[in-house]
């Protein structure tokens, strides 16, 4: 498949997890790679291990408006142009409403939705120049509430609204803004979680599985697929849309 043949695409978040399963993905539809995170190391070995024939890693603090600026230039001057963005990085920082800190709310709101606001504004400048481009917000069904995750069940809703809006700012200019709401996908974040909670990740994932229609829980390929397609031209008249990829657990 080459659907991404001649297309650059930058993944924020793309060291591990669903950032690098969709990275892996469109790497291997044809896509050039930019793959940014806190960590140049873990970048750049991300980035040599997607077999793309053009992959950089990028060091980037995607809630700091400098580091953004200075991702986004390294990635022009190599790889000469950005098609598409996907807008991944992400933490949590879990805890019940009246013992979360003030930092436990900054932290998780500047990552998802200053990140994502930060990152989309620099690619635009050159998405619109050339009339074509691609965002992909990485929302979850937390959006809709989840005990203990306040500050990122907010923070995913926030990117819904964000979604939609850039979908009617930017699409006059050829430019499709969608998100996808992941339920539950087995990454380190989720193996995290479980042991947080008190359960080792397999009884965690076992039980998640009991609770989704499918009898299953996800992976980053299932979420990698999904965005391979609503980052395609094939998906060309879907914007400001959210899907829920989730086995159904929320019906």
């Not at 997607?50 to 991702?71: H, K, Q």
């Not at 400048?125 to 907010?154: D, E």
């Not at 006059?172 to 990454?187: D, K």
Request: glycine share 10%.
């Amino acid at each position: 498949m080459s659907r991404y043949a001649g297309r650059v695409a930058v993944v924020t978040g793309a060291a591990r997890g669903i950032g690098a399963g969709i990275a892996k993905r469109l790497a291997d539809e044809g896509a050039s790679l930019a793959v940014l995170d806190l960590d140049q190391d873990a970048a750049t070995a991300s980035a040599e291990s997607l077999g793309a024939e053009r992959a950089i890693g990028v060091a980037c603090n995607v809630s700091d408006a400098a580091s953004v600026e200075a991702a986004v230039s390294a990635v022009v001057e190599e790889l000469g142009k950005v098609d598409v963005l996907v807008n991944n990085a992400g933490i949590t920082r879990d805890n019940l409403l009246f013992k979360m800190t003030e930092d436990d709310w900054d932290m998780v709101m500047n990552v998802h939705l200053r990140g994502s606001f930060l990152m989309s504004r620099e690619v635009q400048k050159h998405m619109v120049q050339h009339k074509y481009g691609k965002i992909l917000n990485l929302s979850s069904t937390s959006a809709l509430g989840n005990r203990g995750q306040a500050n990122y069940s907010a923070a995913k809703a926030g990117l819904q609204g964000f979604t939609r809006t850039l979908a009617i700012e930017l699409g006059p200019f050829g430019i499709n803004v969608n998100a996808i709401a992941p339920g539950f996908i087995v990454t380190d974040m989720t193996d995290e979680t479980a042991r947080r909670v008190g359960f080792e990740p397999e009884a965690y994932r076992k039980a998640a599985a009991e609770a989704t229609p499918v009898r299953r829980v996800g992976y980053p390929e299932d979420i990698a697929a999904t965005a391979a397609f609503l980052c395609s031209d094939e998906a060309s008249f879907i914007t400001g849309q959210t899907l829920y990829v989730d086995g159904g657990a929320k019906i």
